[in-house]
């Protein structure tokens, strides 16, 4: 820190010529960095992304199924990178290694009902039924033995689940709506994976169950395919095609392949995954060298200046036509915010 | 009614426990009631003021998130402003406008010993309910045996106090002044400041 | 046997440390009174725990790293009461159900920041709608009903809504009455105005804007548009509590699909906001990482004695204190009651089609359903798409087609209120690179192969930098409370400690549904004088046709307070007649946005207006906490009379 001058003190609080000081009109990263010194952190760090080959998780059949099943979802073509070029399969396998294979954020406990089951249509009705935990015990009126609250049956008994047709007016219309015996959840949506087995698992057998249907069905394995019947194999999930058991009434927990395990429920999981892997940021190890953002044209943590464009956010915000940024990784921000160390 | 029973834990607990840092109240940037109140009277009546002012002093900080702690309310004017800020605020004036000469209790750390550093201004002194007021015309100031610096001019910014906008001298002037009197505890504190804010002042 | 590990009375304890307990704490305390809030998460500080992590999609949008873990507790759902209740295993992509914030600041941690007054119709909706319609009518047109007025009016709130906007620092610019007075009793006037300025307008909100203050709503008068309401703070302020707050500063990870929490503090939250104030003035504990469990009761039932609590290694603390605030999100608010034995339960008698009890009942929603009837059409305005603005700031709103603004006299299907319309919100108001459903979708006519191959590969191209918008919106009529739709304990599942989770059973009401099908041509009116092409009106949806499965985040209701003690809780705990200690009220005003957006991005709600309604109740709840401590200090009655 040099010490300022007498005269350079004097200039000090002169008149500003024109031009407002408005700090509000300065947005950029939090603090400044040696651009060449950026530069190299930038070249270090795309040789060490460019390293990563290996799989933490995935076996050698699964990653050589995995493998053609992205690049059917994203395939590399006139376009543009497709999964390959952006390492998809290295983000599954980070995700199915960690937090996300683990199901760490997931409540898993039991009773596992699977969703979407229809009312009963035999006469008379066949309930689910299933009995309540021990945590109503603590309910119990002592004296009289009734619960709290009293709608409901927690004294021990198995509860009857039969869905319902009930009849509603509304406006002069009657609705009559058919309920099942558990709510209708989109594929996909938080209540509709009710597995008893932690995401890895469902991969792995998912993963296994596709191979054995594209075997069954398609008269080899998933790779050997042509790209036509790949997409088809993976259409075929989703509509819930393969049955992979000869058992037509497989036992409830029964998940060694696609007879309780819904295939669209691993058609969902496949495809969110992958596109996941080509869009996320570059840290979770796919969207290789960004390539995903430089297809879609998302900017990642480039804010308008961070390569020194020069733009401001409050520009961008309401700008009637769009402007294509070069995108910046949450990594590149935290060398750029810690000036490069 | 049920007797409080806590259920057996039987699940073990396997739940993510983040470190908390509960902050103490030091860290934390509040603007005593008093002077927030003291501030928007001011605010409001300086509402129509023709000459430029602006909100100085650790007051003029912590309205834009500056961590101090301000006992009194600063304004930075030139002589035209005092004159009219004394009209609108006459019935709070305690001591007329006059022009002012002292030395502030804090050296300039630029030298290997500390130098004095004198101020003087077109000065007005007000009370509002207790909270002291000082209106500065021209503020000069002087480091040591220099030479008189010319007085302070800005471009205000502006902050909103519970709705009522009002002007602060910039903090890149505050920077650049603290820096020249080798404040720089002050410039960290504006710094710091800018950083929870996402801004870069130089 | 385990020990309980006591903990000093104080006078206040707030459960869970929100919006609203901020409120009541910072209140609290800085009226000299002793203060405890407890929360099951950690405390949050922006710039160490945001500012360098916090731009990641899969991590925070998706993964939901700075919320309620659900391993801790989960809820579960189910339409009708003849079905197993499911519980949320995960949380899914990207819509974050049941998403419950963490620590302080709570929920507010990851919203859009939308916020907008209810109007005075809301208020009395029950009573309005009997003496326009007819008394029989609310019955007609919505099974079951269960639709009450709030206690207090309108014009009686305003005073509190006023106190909420300082505190948070509400940038708007007036809802749009054209009188602003107390006479207009058809929408929020205002005593002053917002605190602050509205954020920066974009090319579609002006066009917006134009067109609509050149066109005749329903009511016979010209649309009177106004900014949207927006709780990200546009400028540097300071609230009345003297806490400093840094503007916004337009970096885009804010809402869109997954929520952000802001690194700058702009986006209002009781962590930058109120309990500042509140640790400053020495009379505030915050206690983190700590899991309520109970409340405990005096012997004779009536009067809450401590709140119990786990701490990360599992001891139970109890805490004793005068008053209990409970600022817990929706279901755990009810749950702690039911689990506590606290106030009456609900109680639904499906054959009777009522119910009887009060802690559970009246649960509505304030969204669009997941399928509705719907409108579209496209403009030829593009713009950045991509993290750019923030996610409720950049659009314009009308309040014309809310409420009883129009009659509804003739309309068929018969509803009542309508919807909160507007347009222009930033493109890249919040990432979005897994749209949800639209980016990940089963084979259908428009994508014959879903989300694979090169054809749909072509459509993600550049998507985030559009030369036009497609504009619309599935808009929803207030959704009603009804006997039906309510929350109790789940016989099931449990939390982490072995207590029963909370279920709810919920469906949308028909209201919401009927109301779109006359929405849809207003709004398509409106598109057509915009100058859109392709405006089209999509298929009608018709109640109970599409069931709920969507229903964490904009739920409301559950606990209301009313002047019917078999209705409200007046009578939950008779200490506190007349004021309240509630999160929510059941009655809602319907509220739409439709904002611009790439495909079928039509983003925009305006759900969290709830939370703005709710605002004015802590205030209440503020100012009856004080005049419970008088009582009890002055007379040792240990009741407050209304």
């Given amino acids: 820190m040099s010490k300022t001058t007498r005269r350079e003190f004097l200039k000090i609080g002169l008149a500003a010529a024109g031009g407002a000081l408005a700090a509000s009109g300065l947005e950029i990263p939090l603090f400044g960095g040696n651009t060449s010194s950026l530069q190299n952190q930038i070249t270090n760090l795309n040789k060490h992304i460019s390293t990563v080959t290996g799989f933490l998780t995935l076996s050698i059949p699964e990653q050589q199924l995995l493998e053609p099943v992205v690049e059917t979802i994203i395939p590399s073509d006139s376009t543009g990178p497709g999964a390959k070029e952006a390492g998809v399969i290295y983000f599954i396998d980070r995700q199915l290694a960690s937090d996300y294979g683990q199901s760490g954020n997931m409540f898993m406990d039991a009773p596992h009902i699977p969703p979407n089951i229809p009312a009963s249509s035999t006469t008379p009705p066949t309930p689910l039924t299933v009995k309540p935990s021990s945590a109503w015990a603590f309910l119990q009126n002592k004296e009289t033995g009734a619960y709290l609250p009293a709608g409901g049956m927690g004294n021990g008994a198995a509860i009857p689940y039969l869905g319902a047709s009930p009849t509603y007016t509304a406006g002069g219309t009657n609705y009559t709506v058919k309920y099942g015996i558990t709510a209708s959840p989109r594929v996909g949506s938080g209540i509709n994976l009710q597995y008893p087995v932690n995401m890895r698992e469902f991969w792995r057998i998912s993963l296994a169950a596709l191979q054995a249907y594209s075997n069954k069905y398609y008269s080899g394995n998933f790779q050997s395919l042509s790209s036509a019947n790949q997409l088809q194999v993976i259409k075929d999930l989703w509509s819930n095609a393969p049955k992979t058991k000869t058992n037509p009434s497989p036992p409830a927990d029964d998940l060694t392949g696609f007879s309780n395990i819904q295939a669209s429920d691993f058609a969902y999981e496949l495809t969110f995954m992958t596109w996941a892997g080509f869009t996320m940021d570059p840290i979770y190890g796919g969207n290789k060298d960004m390539v995903g953002w430089d297809y879609t044209g998302f900017n990642g943590v480039n804010f308008g200046n961070f390569y020194g464009e020069g733009l401001s956010q409050k520009t961008l915000m309401v700008a009637s036509s769009p402007t294509k940024l070069k995108p910046a990784s949450l990594a590149q921000y935290q060398q750029q915010a810690t000036g490069g160390t | ?202 | 046997m385990s020990t309980v590990i006591q903990e000093n009375p104080v006078d206040v304890v707030c459960l869970g440390v929100g919006f609203m307990s901020g409120v009541v704490a910072t209140e609290l305390a800085l009226a000299g009174n002793s203060v405890v809030g407890i929360t099951k998460g950690p405390y949050w500080d922006y710039v160490n725990d945001y500012s360098t992590t916090k731009y990641d999609e899969w991590g925070v949008g998706l993964g939901r790293k700075y919320d309620s873990p659900l391993p801790l507790q989960s809820t579960t759902i189910r339409n009708n009461i003849n079905q197993f209740a499911l519980p949320v295993r995960r949380y899914t992509m990207p819509i974050q159900y049941h998403a419950l914030g963490h620590g302080v600041g709570g929920a507010a941690q990851h919203y859009g920041g939308g916020m907008g007054r209810f109007g005075p119709w809301a208020y009395e909706m029950a009573s309005r709608t009997a003496s326009a319609y007819g008394s029989g009518f609310l019955a007609s047109i919505n099974p079951q009903d269960d639709t009450h007025d709030w206690p207090l009016t309108y014009a009686e709130y305003e005073p509190y809504y006023v106190e909420w906007e300082k505190a948070h620092g509400i940038c708007g610019n007036y809802n749009g009455s054209p009188t602003n007075s107390p006479s207009d009793i058809n929408y929020p006037w205002m005593s002053r105005n917002y605190p602050l300025p509205p954020h920066p307008m974009t090319p579609l909100g002006q066009l917006f804007q134009s067109t609509v203050q050149g066109m005749t709503a329903p009511n016979g008068q010209k649309y009177n548009p106004f900014p949207t309401v927006s709780a990200l703070s546009s400028q540097p302020y300071t609230n009345q509590y003297g806490v400093t707050v840094n503007p916004c500063v337009y970096e885009g990870y804010c809402a869109g699909l997954c929520d952000y929490a802001c690194e700058t503090g702009a986006k209002a939250n009781a962590a930058y906001r109120t309990i500042p104030a509140a640790i400053n003035s020495g009379n505030f504990t915050l206690v983190t990482n700590a899991y309520i469990f109970r409340l405990e009761l005096s012997p004779s039932g009536n009067q809450v004695v401590a709140a119990h609590y786990y701490d990360a290694q599992g001891n139970d603390h109890r805490q004793p204190g005068k008053v209990f605030f409970n600022g817990m999100w929706g279901y755990n608010m009810i749950r702690l009651m039911l689990l506590s034995g606290l106030g009456t339960p609900y109680v639904y008698n499906s054959g009777a089609g009522t119910g009887s009890g009060v802690v559970g009942r009246g649960l509505t929603n304030g969204y669009t359903p997941y399928r509705g009837t719907s409108v579209s059409g496209t403009v030829n305005i593009g713009g950045n798409s991509y993290p750019a603005g923030n996610g409720s700031g950049g659009g314009v709103s009308v309040f014309d087609l809310m409420d009883d603004n129009f009659s509804h006299s003739s309309i068929s299907p018969p509803f009542i209120g309508g919807g909160l319309f507007g347009a222009g919100g930033y493109l890249g108001g919040g990432p979005g690179n897994i749209t949800f459903a639209g980016g990940v979708s089963a084979p259908n006519t428009l994508n014959p192969n879903g989300a694979m191959g090169s054809a749909f590969k072509a459509t993600q191209q550049n998507k985030y930098l559009p030369t036009k918008q497609s504009v619309g919106a599935t808009p929803f009529a207030p959704d009603l409370p009804t006997f039906m739709n309510y929350i109790d304990l789940d016989p099931h599942y449990t939390d982490a400690y072995g207590d029963p989770v909370s279920r709810l059973t919920y469906d949308w009401t028909p209201n919401t549904y009927n109301g779109a099908t006359y929405l849809v041509n207003q709004i398509k009116a409106i598109l057509t004088q915009m100058g859109a092409t392709n405006v089209t009106v999509g298929a009608t949806v018709a109640p109970y046709s599409a069931h709920n499965d969507w229903w964490g985040h904009h739920l409301r209701g559950g606990l209301r307070i009313g002047t019917d003690p078999n209705a409200g809780t007046a009578t939950a705990w008779a200490a506190l007649s007349g004021y309240n200690q509630l999160y929510y009220n059941s009655n809602t005003a319907g509220v739409n946005y439709f904002a611009a957006g790439e495909i079928t991005n039509t983003t925009g709600n305006n759900a969290t207006a709830g939370t703005h309604a709710a605002g004015p109740q802590s205030y209440r709840a503020a100012e009856g906490i004080k005049k419970y401590l008088a009582n009890v200090a002055t007379s040792g009655v240990n009741y407050l009379a209304s």
């Fill in chain 2, 1 to 202: 009614m049920p007797v409080l029973i806590v259920p057996d834990k039987s699940k073990s607990l396997n739940i993510p426990v983040f470190q908390s840092r509960i902050p103490k109240p030091e860290e934390l940037v509040v603007l005593d009631k008093p002077l927030l109140e003291a501030t928007l009277e001011v605010g409001n009546l300086l509402k129509d003021c023709q000459a430029k002012w602006a909100f100085a002093g650790d007051i003029g900080e912590i309205l834009n998130g500056v961590n101090v702690r301000p006992d009194h309310l600063t304004i930075l004017t030139n002589v035209a402003g005092c004159e009219e800020i004394s009209k609108k605020l006459e019935a709070f004036q305690v001591e007329a406008s006059k022009q002012v000469e002292n030395q502030i209790n804090r050296s300039a750390e630029i030298e290997p010993k500390p130098l004095p550093i004198m101020i003087k201004s077109y000065t007005s002194r007000f009370d509002l309910n207790g909270q002291r007021l000082n209106v500065h015309g021209d503020l000069r100031i002087r480091v040591g045996d220099w030479d008189w610096g010319d007085p302070l001019d800005y471009e205000p910014e502006y902050v909103y106090v519970i709705g009522v906008k009002v002007p602060v001298v910039p903090l890149e002037l505050k920077t650049r002044l603290y820096r020249g009197l080798g404040w720089y505890d002050r410039v960290a504190k504006i710094h710091a400041a800018m950083a929870r804010r996402h801004h870069k002042i130089v």
